[in-house]
């Protein structure tokens, strides 16, 4: 029973997959209420993934563009320091 259910689940995920988005009511009148309730409980099911992508994605760029700017600023700090030192008159 358990590998039926799932098996169904991912057929319809195909489904879905691959004519995303689609109209519950036009699923409704092809599949009736049950195909309804299974595309509305799969869609419920992909909707806390998706936030907790996109805030994974959004953290990342963050740490990249921070990561950036540490980089630049320790190019800065070196050429500077290897600048001053050019400079120091010899001991």
Do not use: C, W
């Not at 805030?55 to 740490?63: L, Q």
Request: charged share 15%; proline share 5%; glycine share 8%.
């Amino acid at each position: 029973m358990a590998e039926m259910t799932r098996e169904a689940s991912r057929s319809v995920g195909m489904v879905l997959n691959q004519f995303y988005p689609v109209s519950f009511e036009a699923l409704g009148q092809h599949g009736g209420a049950d195909a309804v309730a299974v595309a509305q409980s799969l869609q419920h099911l992909q909707d806390p993934p998706r936030r907790t992508r996109g805030a994974i994605r959004s953290g990342t760029d963050g740490v990249s563009l921070k990561v950036q700017a540490i980089a630049s600023g320790n190019a800065a700090l070196s050429q500077r320091s290897e600048h001053t030192a050019s400079n120091l008159p010899p001991a």
